[in-house]
């Protein structure tokens, strides 16, 4: 692979440009770790989230509970760093491929895909790996 990250500002314009956002401004963006391939965590970007997302290669959101944009590790240090940003053959999701730092789910966990159906029975399948008032104390 060769990726370059962060992008100039011409090119993130082009992309943040061509994407389609829903009615809210808003589209999905999947984090997938780079080396293993697990799926970490779906969370929403706007037009900026992108924008800074391609020309810092720290991976930002848009958090709607806050209204505001969102640098993932801001406050737990659990930092994404772009590797690659793709998007679908629709325009209307992307794909960031990241190394992460730590724990990607705000539940302590290394990603938010941990419920599942074991034995018939719905299931934690990932313990908490560092306790959440020590990822935002």
């Not at 100039?8 to 082009?14: K, S, V």
């Not at 780079?34 to 969370?43: Q, S």
């Not at 959440?132 to 104390?137: E, H, N, Q, R, W």
């Given at each position: 692979?060769?990726?370059?990250?962060?992008?100039?500002?011409?090119?993130?314009?082009?992309?943040?440009?061509?994407?389609?956002?829903?009615?809210?401004?808003?589209?999905?963006?999947?984090?997938?770790q780079?080396?293993?391939?697990?799926?970490?965590?779906?969370?929403w970007?706007?037009?900026?989230?992108?924008?800074?997302?391609?020309?810092?290669?720290?991976?930002c959101?848009?958090?709607?509970?806050?209204?505001?944009?969102?640098?993932?590790?801001?406050?737990?240090?659990?930092?994404?760093?772009?590797?690659?940003?793709?998007?679908?053959?629709?325009?209307?999701?992307?794909?960031?491929?990241?190394?992460?730092?730590?724990?990607?789910?705000?539940?302590?966990?290394?990603?938010?895909?941990?419920?599942?159906?074991?034995?018939?029975?719905?299931?934690?399948?990932?313990?908490i790996e560092?306790d959440?008032?020590?990822?935002?104390?």
């Open positions: 692979m060769n990726h370059t990250y962060p992008t100039t500002p011409a090119i993130a314009n082009q992309v943040a440009d061509g994407l389609k956002y829903n009615a809210d401004g808003l589209i999905p963006a999947i984090a997938q780079i080396d293993t391939g697990e799926v970490l965590m779906m969370a970007m706007n037009r900026d989230a992108v924008m800074e997302t391609l020309t810092s290669a720290q991976v959101y848009f958090s709607r509970s806050r209204s505001n944009l969102w640098r993932k590790g801001e406050r737990s240090g659990q930092v994404q760093t772009l590797k690659d940003f793709r998007w679908d053959c629709d325009l209307d999701t992307v794909l960031v491929l990241v190394d992460q730092k730590g724990v990607a789910c705000h539940t302590g966990r290394h990603n938010c895909f941990y419920n599942s159906i074991r034995g018939g029975t719905m299931t934690e399948i990932a313990d560092i959440p008032k020590d990822l935002y104390s």
